[in-house]
């Protein structure tokens, strides 16, 4: 089956520093990946959609300079949260959809952020 | 309205009975439904697809779709404590062919022993 993985699954950093997110399609190319976000007992939130090859198409609310987005291949997209400070310490997903554009999303295992 | 509507629950079922979740959906452009299951700090994880109307059963698992009245469920027969999560249904969006899908806000069930 389509798996995804995600890196790194946890970090603990102090505010104000930068810290990227990766996340890889293993067996499946995608050219969307997707990236959400999950404060503690609420529901899914998108933020962005991220495009091979091209700018990522964010959420309405979502800092575009906050959070950088790049694609540069059909097998990774990478998230990064610039300055992060404490009230971005939050639940990070990725997803790619199954080829085709019907298909389910496929979910990283997540990546928890704590910003001190 | 929300796109795609779900109880939040909680959802207290008994070990052993059948556990009932729905969802409904404002497009009725969508094709594809999903629903997803979710433990407490860990990403969502596919239980069950399905794309036409009528019921799909997978082991203890069975799905209803009926397009007509944009409604979609989840059924999980002899529920166990291991089923405690929160189940997801999401909804592709019929425009483009991105695989974005809508998710609904999740249903927590709870399953007692």
């Known amino acids: 089956g389509a798996v995804v993985s995600q890196h790194p699954s946890r970090v603990i950093c102090k505010s104000g520093t930068s810290v990227k997110i990766e996340c890889r399609s293993l067996?499946?190319?995608?050219?969307?990946m997707f990236w959400y976000r999950q404060f503690p007992k609420q529901s899914l939130m998108l933020m962005a959609t991220?495009?091979?090859?091209?700018?990522?198409?964010?959420e309405q609310g979502v800092e575009k300079d906050k959070f950088l987005i790049n694609h540069a291949s059909l097998t990774l997209s990478t998230l990064t949260v610039t300055s992060a400070h404490p009230e971005d310490s939050s639940f990070y997903i990725c997803?790619?959809?199954?080829?085709?554009?019907?298909?389910?999303?496929?979910f990283g295992d997540g990546t928890r952020l704590s910003i001190l | 309205q929300k796109e795609v509507e779900q109880n939040s629950g909680p959802l207290s079922v008994p070990e052993g009975a059948i556990a009932s979740l729905n969802c409904t959906y404002s497009?009725?452009?969508?094709?594809?439904f999903f629903w997803y299951r979710q433990y407490s700090g860990k990403s969502p994880e596919l239980i069950m697809s399905?794309?036409?109307?009528g019921d799909k059963e997978d082991g203890r698992f069975t799905a209803q779709l009926n397009k007509a009245s944009q409604y979609v469920s989840l059924l999980i027969r002899d529920s166990q404590p291991s089923d405690s999560a929160t189940y997801l249904c999401?909804?592709?969006?019929?425009?483009?062919?991105?695989?974005?899908?809508?998710f609904g806000q999740g249903t927590t069930l709870q399953v007692k022993p």
């Open positions: 999401a909804v592709n969006t019929p425009s483009g062919n991105t695989g974005k899908l809508i």
């Open positions: 497009d009725r452009g969508s094709q594809s």
């Open positions: 997803s790619a959809p199954a080829p085709g554009g019907r298909g389910p999303q496929h």
């Open positions: 399905i794309y036409s109307n």
């Open positions: 991220s495009n091979e090859g091209s700018k990522a198409t964010y």
């Open positions: 067996d499946f190319q995608a050219t969307t």
